[in-house]
């Protein structure tokens, strides 16, 4: 009986780099979380466990990348 995804792993706000969510193991899923260091949206992918930026509700170019 060994509980081996015990543990939390933090994604880290892509805008600012402060904010985080934890999240505990790993799913094929992707959320979408507001920082509540910076207020600003972003996506989560609990599987590869990489953060992207998203929009709010405005639709910036779907398709496009927002540069810095
Ligand atoms: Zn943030």
Do not use: H
């Not at 999240?23 to 260091?37: E, F």
């Not at 990489?50 to 639709?59: D, F, G, L, W």
């Amino acid at each position: 009986m060994t509980e081996k995804q015990n543990y939390s792993l933090r994604l880290i706000c892509p805008w600012c780099q402060k904010g985080a969510v934890l999240t505990q193991g790993r799913a094929n899923v992707r959320i979408s979380v507001q920082c509540s260091k910076c207020g600003r949206f972003y996506s989560a992918d609990l599987n590869t466990m990489e953060t992207k930026r998203a929009s709010a509700c405005r639709r910036a170019g779907e398709g496009r990348t927002i540069t810095d």
